[in-house]
């Protein structure tokens, strides 16, 4: 498999707080089919290093004063940045600055006073959606700091206008590294920092944050975040990389009709074309089918439509450390 795919599976599974657990997916396949060329500084003792995401512990701070409604709890430290000042640095959010059109909102480019080059994030100008998408960000990324995870810098709030500002991504973000051939390589050991993953749960609100293809079908019942939706969405990202396909965009199957990720996976695995369903990019010369089918089975059990038949991220990692031990 090309070496810069080896930083993308660290990224990710940082973000879901099991660091390393799908770098372990690539390992084995690049032990089955290339296993001279494994890189030896892959310890057990680094491939057991999960839950390294951590949260600031800080006190409540309130948005309410910010619009009728609507409040928020976040870092208090992050920097409150004026819209005059946003305006100079994105000059008046020039379309030529533009690197990202997100879910609620479009990304630009943009260098601060400060001479610190960020990511501005202008929410959509619909209110309902623009201060639900702010609130679960602020509730989300403005508590966490993880050096596989971007950070967030600050955010502005002013009148119907809501902007959140990340530090700038020079590698891209993580569906780049996926599906963008044109993504430079990346260099043996390094951990890239992926832009952001609009997965994330708010557990201190009732209001899910998420992305279609990801989210747990219980959460569309209104169900509140757990630990077992983001199993579920874990389970998603890595049957997506073994895969090589997105889970939020339908597809042709084999009978040519239109097919999603998920339901497409079921088909396949109901005629035992585990082989076929692997990535085009990962090198199939002496890869087990063994070991493809026990890591699609790992998926499968995570993305369960019974939260209580799911397993524990603790049960994953061990499954996964048994199937590296026996290649």
Request: overall charge negative.
């Amino acid at each position: 498999m090309d070496q810069n795919l080896q930083a993308v599976f660290a990224a990710m599974a940082s973000f879901f707080g099991v660091t390393l657990i799908l770098f372990i997916i690539l390992v084995i396949c690049k032990s089955d089919s290339r296993r001279h060329r494994v890189n030896s500084s892959i310890s057990r003792d680094r491939i057991r290093n999960r839950g390294q995401t951590r949260s600031i512990t800080v006190p409540k701070t309130e948005l309410s004063s910010i619009s009728g409604g609507e409040s928020a709890t976040f870092d208090p430290n992050l920097n409150r940045i004026s819209m005059q000042e946003l305006i100079l640095a994105t000059r008046n959010f020039s379309p030529d600055l533009i690197i990202g059109d997100g879910s609620f909102g479009l990304v630009y480019k943009a260098r601060l006073n400060s001479g610190t080059v960020v990511a501005v994030k202008k929410l959509a100008a619909d209110a309902f959606q623009g201060f639900r998408e702010f609130r679960a960000e602020m509730e989300t990324l403005g508590k966490i700091l993880h050096p596989n995870i971007v950070k967030m810098l600050g955010y502005c709030a002013t009148g119907s206008d809501r902007v959140l500002i990340y530090e700038f991504i020079e590698r891209g973000s993580l569906d780049q590294w996926l599906y963008d051939s044109s993504s430079s390589t990346a260099d043996d050991g390094s951990e890239d920092e992926i832009r952001r993953i609009e997965q994330s749960h708010s557990h201190v609100s009732t209001q899910i944050a998420g992305t279609m293809g990801y989210m747990p079908p219980e959460y569309f019942h209104g169900t509140m975040a757990t630990v077992m939706g983001d199993v579920y969405s874990f389970g998603v990202l890595m049957l997506e990389i073994v895969t090589g396909r997105r889970p939020s965009f339908p597809f042709a199957g084999e009978d040519g009709k239109e097919v999603r990720l998920m339901e497409w996976i079921n088909k396949m695995v109901e005629q035992k074309k585990y082989m076929e369903m692997v990535d085009a990019s990962i090198s199939k010369d002496g890869l087990k089918e063994n070991t493809v089918i026990e890591i699609f089975q790992i998926g499968l059990r995570c993305t369960n439509e019974n939260a209580k038949l799911r397993p524990t991220m603790k049960e994953v990692g061990e499954e996964l450390d048994k199937i590296l031990a026996s290649n």
